[in-house]
């Protein structure tokens, strides 16, 4: 098992530009999320899906989206991208509601 | 609004010494609680979790935490330090009304003097 895997792992955007961010698991786990990492801020949730074709919005959604096309994927897209985006962003997946999340190696995106 | 706190932003212990994590929360529901270690650079680590039953736990590396109903703490614990355990560590957040989303506190970086 690879368990779950981002991609890029680095990440260089001017202002205004789009990208998305890729996060793959491989553990049939229904629940995946997306979480952004500041300093002194913990992490803060910015979308999560329950399964294939339904998303919710978390904490901070603003600037971001996200789909959930299978299990195993769950992509999440700047379409502008904006210095305030700056962040280490996390990737996690769990079997279920009452479970611990498996967390991705994370993406380090900076915006200039 | 749910809510986690960690006091401490950053503690230094000595090898060997005992340590102690604090962390505080504020949950409308029957909570279920995680700590997780992060390394410089790397992603979160679970070291152990609470969802019901003996309130004492133990996980990875040789850490153990509480859970106090009563002080709404679930705070982490080690007898002795090592070096290697020099890293920032979270206290999350969860309940099954709430559905998977987890509250994270801010962290506590934990340095190790040799």
């Known amino acids: 098992n690879a368990g779950v895997t981002q991609t890029p792992k680095f990440q260089v955007l001017k202002t205004g530009q789009s990208m998305t961010l890729q996060c793959a698991q491989d553990?049939?786990?229904?629940?995946m999320s997306w979480y952004r990492q500041d300093p002194g801020m913990g992490l803060r949730l910015i979308h999560y899906s329950v399964g294939a074709g339904i998303t919710d919005q978390g904490e901070v959604p603003n600037g971001y989206n996200v789909s959930r096309s299978t299990t195993e994927d769950f992509p999440l897209r700047l379409l502008s991208a904006a210095p305030s985006q700056t962040s280490v962003y996390f990737c996690?997946?769990?079997?279920?509601?009452?479970?611990?999340?498996?967390f991705g190696p994370g993406t380090r995106l900076t915006v200039t | 609004a749910q809510s986690v706190t960690q006091p401490d932003i950053h503690i230094t212990v000595s090898e060997g010494a005992s340590l102690e994590l604090r962390c505080n929360y504020s949950y409308g529901a029957t909570p279920y609680l995680f700590w997780y270690v992060q390394s410089p650079g790397q992603g979160l680590q679970l070291l152990l979790k609470y969802f019901s039953g003996d309130t004492l736990v133990q996980g990875i590396k040789g850490f153990e935490a509480e859970f106090k109903r009563s002080q709404s703490s679930f705070n982490l614990r080690k007898p002795s330090v090592h070096w290697s355990d020099a890293a920032e560590y979270f206290c999350?957040?969860?309940?099954?009304?709430?559905?998977?989303?987890?509250?994270f506190g801010a962290g506590t970086i934990l340095r190790v003097k040799s």
């Open positions: 999350a957040v969860g309940a099954a009304e709430y559905g998977n989303k987890l509250v």
């Open positions: 996690a997946s769990s079997p279920g509601t009452v479970y611990e999340q498996y």
């Open positions: 553990m049939n786990h229904e629940y």
